[in-house]
Each structure stands twice: as structure tokens, then as C-alpha cells.
């Protein structure tokens, strides 16, 4: 599902792994041992660490008093350290993503960044670093890998994808081009977390959603398309 | 605003570039160098419309094209189905060319609204009028609804729903999604719809009326 939205993975926790007799001290993994490493990679995602089944953590956690203040020598205690610590170099590391924005297209107010620093080669195709208004037809999004595509306008109200524009099942395109004026151009565009943006066109469409996904697809086709010096 | 970059550029070589559109074979936007002009954008739906804007005209005298949009350095040209993009483009660019070299501005009178494309409010009755009786009202009326214009006044449209329409609690949601939408399209010069109803007035309005405190 964060995949999908494009809500960066910072980690994996596995909950209840060991539990440790509190009579004789001996440890046993109930649910067995493992699984929340062998997940982690398959997702590629870092393994945080690994919280033990303790009844500790319960009573502390239902009476008010975090484990970590009650009991910092406890081995859970330590555990949640090691997790936060994981936690934190992975902030660190972590990508640039752009700020939530409400962009006025006419008159730029609220124009998001364009993070020309923050590109490198190695960086995702579908996340993007940069937006502008190029000129008043041709919107341009620049990406995490450095690659830069620009839209007109009126082509990305063309490739709208709502239930409005393209039938639910059978994908086929209902919008006839024709029924588009020529001077369609957004009135705003908005942020919708990190995974698409919303227009609100000038002839009273909005019901669109632009996911990154789709307009990188989109950005390839443009750039295939037919383009020549006059 | 004519930017002093223009000037110095004036001796070097213009370049344009051509770019189609994805979804309509019919459209190609033309991005030039350098300004044409500032602000925009400008839409001449046909050759009558460009009168007064030079650039315009002489793109209009070219066979095939049947509207344009000039918005600062960009030119959106959209030809007509039958006419052939060969030759069209370079003939389109040349007239582009011909255009900054002459120093005359691409446009020269300036509409005081450039939405409203000089349309005067009668001829904006007239359109809306038009569309209400063909598309909208005989739709409503599955409902037992209509639509009525009251007055066009300086791009501000205000109407009256009145038989099923009156009060009912979808009548915003046929305005905002269903009319102003088929408006939009047929008269963008409308800037606004006011919707004059009393939908509390009547016997049995949907909106209920409390006229004692519950």
C-alpha cells in the first residue's frame, strides 16, 4: 500500500519474536524465527530490529509508563533503542521530497521547488524533485534520476484518467479531443501526497488524478513523439 | 513585459521548435526563443477574431489553420482535419520569423478581458439561452426541473431553477457539475453563475424551513 502511494519505506519492525521464561529464563520463539529478516529483503527494505514478547512492555504500556522510562536496563528497553537509533540514520539518509503545495498557474503563486541539486543518477524515476511552469502551455517536472519532461498543457488535459474521460473497465477513452478547448490550461494544481498531483482546469474539470507513475509514461510518449526544429 | 534579454538577442537566430500533440493530431505548439508576446494567453478561435494582432493574421492567411493560441514565447497552432501538417509547420515557422523581424508586436490591440473575446452580453444570452433550450433544460426536465437565465452582466450569469429544481437538495450538483460544465464549454466568457432561487420559498420546498426552534 506505501508503495502504491509512494510513501518511502523507512524500515521493518517484527513484533512478538522471543519470549523469555520469566521462571526458568530460557528463550523460545513462538512464532518462529526469522520471518521479519526474510521479509525485509524480499521488500528490500532495512530491518530495523526485533521486539520480544514481554509482559513488561504490556503493564507498562496499559498503566501509562513507557518501558523505556520504567525499565531502561530491560532488554525490550534496549531494543527500542537500537530500533530508534536504525530509525534515525535512515531520516538521515533519507531522500528530498516536496513540500505539500497549492499552485496558482497563472500567476505562479505557490509554485513548488525545482531541486535541480538533489538529482543523481541513481535516484527514482517517479518521484519528482522539480516543478515549474516553463511557459504559460507547458508545465515541466524534473525527477530524481535527472531526467526532465515537459508537458503542454492541454495534452495533460487530454490524457486525464478519471471515470469521466476513460470507462472504468474497459480503459477505452471517452474524451474526444475535439470537445477540448484550445486554451484549456489549469487554474491550480495540487499536491496529492508524495504519489500524484490534481488539476483544476479552466473549463471546469477536477475530477482527475496525475499519478507520478503515469505522467513519467506520459513524459516518455511526449518525448517519442513528433518533435522537430522549424 | 519585454525583457532587456530580448533586445540583446535581436541579432541571433531565432530557433522554434515544434512539438505535436499526444492525443490530437490536430494541434502542434511551436516554442519559440524569444518572446512574441508578454502575457497571454490569447486565443483566436478564427481569422475574424485575429483581427488587430499581426502575427495572427498572417498565421491565419496560411491554408489550414483554424485556430491559434498565443501565449509569450509559445504559439499553439491547431489546423484544420482535412489540411496536412507537410509543409505546414515550416511555413508556420516562417511566418513566426517574418514576425519578430518586422519589430511590429505580435498583437496589437489588446481585448480589455481577453476571456470574454469581446462577446457582449447580449450575445452571451443568446449562447446561454441556446444551450439551455437544446442540451440542458430537456435533460433537467426528466427531473421536472428547468433552468431559466435571469440577466447577463458583465460575464456574471445569474439564473433561476425553478419546478423540480426549486429546493431540492441536487439542484447545486446539477448547477456546479452539470450546467456550469456545459457552460464552461460553450461560453467560457462566463465568469461566474449566481443562482437566484429562493429554494426555501413554496409550500413544500425540500430544504425544510424551521420555523419554530426544534
Not at chain 2, 476571456?115 to 442540451?135: I, N, P, S
Request: negative net charge; charged residues 25%.
Amino acid at each position: 500500500m506505501f508503495e502504491k502511494v509512494q510513501v518511502k519505506i523507512l524500515g521493518l519492525v517484527e513484533n512478538m519474536r522471543t519470549f523469555t521464561c520469566p521462571h526458568c529464563g530460557e528463550n523460545t520463539d513462538i512464532f518462529r524465527r526469522g520471518g521479519g529478516e526474510q521479509m525485509s529483503q524480499e521488500l528490500g527494505v532495512p530491518f530495523l530490529g526485533a521486539l520480544p514478547l514481554d509482559g513488561d512492555v504490556v503493564d507498562c504500556g496499559d498503566e501509562g509508563r513507557p518501558i523505556v522510562v520504567d525499565q531502561p536496563a530491560s532488554v525490550s528497553s534496549k531494543v527500542y533503542a537500537t530500533i530508534a537509533t536504525a530509525l534515525v540514520a535512515q531520516l538521515n539518509g533519507s531522500v528530498t521530497v516536496l513540500k505539500p503545495f497549492t499552485w496558482k498557474w497563472d500567476s505562479n503563486e505557490g509554485a513548488p521547488d525545482w531541486t535541480e541539486g538533489a538529482a543523481r543518477p541513481a535516484g527514482s524515476q517517479n518521484t519528482p524533485i522539480g516543478l515549474l511552469r516553463r511557459d504559460p502551455r507547458t508545465l515541466s517536472i524534473l525527477w530524481e534520476d535527472g531526467h526532465r519532461d515537459d508537458f503542454d498543457v492541454r495534452d495533460l488535459r487530454l490524457a486525464c484518467q478519471c471515470a469521466l474521460c476513460i470507462e472504468e473497465m474497459s480503459g477505452r477513452k471517452l474524451l474526444d479531443p475535439k470537445t477540448i478547448r484550445h486554451d484549456v490550461a489549469p487554474q491550480q494544481i495540487v499536491s496529492i501526497g508524495n504519489y500524484a498531483v490534481k488539476f483544476d482546469w479552466n473549463d471546469g474539470h477536477n475530477s482527475g488524478i496525475y499519478s507520478f507513475n503515469n505522467l513519467r509514461a506520459l513524459g516518455a510518449r511526449a518525448a517519442a513523439g513528433d518533435v522537430e526544429n522549424v | 513585459m519585454l525583457k532587456m534579454s530580448d533586445f540583446l538577442l535581436a541579432d541571433q537566430p531565432v530557433s522554434i521548435r515544434a512539438e505535436s500533440s499526444l492525443a490530437d493530431p490536430d494541434t502542434c505548439k511551436f516554442i519559440v526563443s524569444r518572446t512574441l508576446h508578454p502575457g497571454g494567453p490569447f486565443f483566436f478561435g478564427s481569422k475574424e477574431r485575429a483581427v488587430g494582432s499581426p502575427l495572427g493574421e498572417q498565421l491565419f492567411a496560411l491554408p489550414g489553420v483554424a485556430n491559434l493560441l498565443i501565449a509569450d514565447s509559445v504559439v499553439t497552432v491547431c489546423k484544420e482535419p482535412a489540411a496536412s501538417w507537410s509543409g505546414l509547420k515550416a511555413d508556420i515557422g516562417m511566418a513566426i520569423r517574418t514576425q519578430l523581424r518586422s519589430g511590429v508586436p505580435a498583437i496589437l490591440e489588446m481585448p480589455v478581458d481577453n476571456r470574454r473575446q469581446g462577446k457582449t452580453d447580449a450575445e452571451l444570452t443568446t449562447a446561454v439561452q441556446e444551450l439551455l433550450d437544446k442540451e440542458v433544460n430537456r435533460s433537467i426536465a426528466n427531473h421536472g426541473g428547468k433552468i431559466s437565465i435571469v440577466e447577463v452582466r458583465q460575464g456574471k450569469l445569474s439564473i433561476t431553477m425553478s419546478g423540480g429544481c426549486q429546493g431540492c437538495a441536487s439542484s447545486q450538483v446539477t448547477l456546479r457539475q452539470g450546467f456550469e460544465v456545459m457552460l464552461k464549454r460553450v461560453a467560457p466568457e462566463i465568469e461566474e453563475i449566481i443562482d437566484v432561487t429562493d429554494h426555501a420559498a413554496g409550500t413544500q420546498p425540500f430544504y425544510p424551513r424551521h420555523k419554530e426552534p426544534l
